[in-house]
């Protein structure tokens, strides 16, 4: 993946050239087409998303939840709480993505210390919206 490119997704501000170096190094870019289905709910979580360019819905026991697009990121949780995934992610239309593994999400949390509070608050408000009403 270019470092460049990185600069251009907003969950990486506040990195280092350093650090986008290293985590360009370790990210994989995805061509993904219309209609693949990218994580089900139960499965095992292993990699962190980040929509580069395109959308995916988020989907939920048949519910619609939300709409993902540019610089939006998805996955984290399941990797963050050992937990399997807690929603399905489609594509709605072609998508690039970057995708780091576990392992990778996690030494990029400990050696941005920035990033990682970014993820931690991510999780918080998405843990609060998927919350059942009671």
């Not at 990195?15 to 994989?28: G, P, T």
């Not at 519910?63 to 489609?90: I, S, T």
């Not at 941005?112 to 918080?124: H, I, Q, Y």
């Amino acid at each position: 993946m270019d470092e460049a490119a990185l600069r251009e997704l907003h969950v990486f501000d506040g990195l280092s050239r350093k650090q986008r170096r290293l985590l360009a190094s370790r990210a994989d870019e995805l061509e993904i087409s219309p209609g693949k289905m990218l994580c089900s709910k139960g499965e095992t979580a292993h990699q962190f998303f980040v929509i580069e360019d395109g959308t995916a819905k988020v989907v939920r026991d048949g519910q619609y939840l939300d709409e993902l697009g540019p610089g939006d990121f998805f996955g984290e949780m399941g990797l963050l709480d050992n937990a399997p995934r807690n929603a399905d992610v489609v594509a709605q239309t072609p998508l690039r993505l970057m995708v780091l593994s576990g392992r990778a999400l996690r030494d990029l949390e400990r050696e941005a210390p920035g990033f990682a509070r970014k993820l931690s608050r991510s999780v918080e408000q998405r843990r609060r919206w998927l919350e059942p009403v009671s």
